[in-house]
């Protein structure tokens, strides 16, 4: 596809249960980014990967959860036992190798609006 | 720590009349400034961008940024609002390293006929 793409598109869950959310990075992106969108924060950097490594997980809110990257190209993002707090847009974004200026742009996907009951 | 401020939760703008949108940001370094533009279930649209060079710079659909060094500052114009920009803006700065957006809390655009 051309562009960044995320599935699915909104999820519903109850509060306790794990869910799975799925970035499919632009072709030969080497860079993958997760953000979260939510109402009384914004949007917050979460993630990002290199590669298959994710040398920054700094925004990553607590150990619930986690995220990997396999063949430097799709993406899980994974909430273990979901909290009303975790209901947000989650969107991923892809760059890739650096330009002339050395910084990559970011493209960003839909997003996956996640609501927990 | 880097930070980026956008004053203005809402503006309401007449179509046809001229739009600025404030954006003030802290960073150490020489920092990478966008404009983003995100449409109602949509994701993020990069409007501009600027790295380095002419401090004035243009970007899709009309929209302009203006880098002020010494105002820490990167608003956005238009000079004239159409209907179809109404939608939520945010600007953001990118760190160097892992390049990373830290973005404002962003604006949202009223456009009245």
């Known amino acids: 596809g051309a562009g960044v793409s995320q599935s699915p598109s909104n999820k519903v869950t109850e509060k306790g249960k794990d869910v799975e959310l799925r970035c499919d990075p632009i072709s030969g992106h080497t860079a993958l980014y997760w953000y979260r969108q939510s109402l009384g924060q914004g949007l917050e950097f979460l993630i990002y990967?290199?590669?298959?490594?994710?040398?920054?997980k700094s925004g990553l809110p607590s150990d619930r959860f986690s995220a990997e990257r396999t063949g430097g190209s799709v993406s899980t993002l994974t909430i273990q036992r979901t909290q009303q707090e975790d209901s947000a847009v989650y969107l991923c974004a892809s760059s890739g190798t650096s330009g002339r200026a050395g910084y990559n742009e970011q493209f960003f996907g839909p997003g996956t609006r996640l609501t927990v009951l | 720590a880097q930070s980026v401020t956008q004053p203005d939760i809402h503006i309401t703008v007449s179509e046809g009349a001229s739009l600025e949108l404030r954006c003030n940001y802290s960073y150490g370094a020489t920092p990478y400034l966008f404009w983003y533009v995100q449409s109602p279930g949509q994701g993020l649209q990069l409007l501009l961008k600027y790295f380095s060079g002419d401090t004035l710079v243009q970007g899709i659909k009309g929209f302009e940024a203006e880098f002020k060094r010494s105002q820490s500052s990167f608003n956005l114009r238009k000079p004239s609002v159409h209907w179809s920009d109404a939608a939520e803006y945010f600007c953001a700065v990118g760190t160097t390293g892992f390049q990373k957006l830290v973005f404002g809390t962003g604006t949202r655009l009223l456009v009245s006929p």
């Open positions: 990967f290199q590669g298959n490594s994710a040398p920054d």
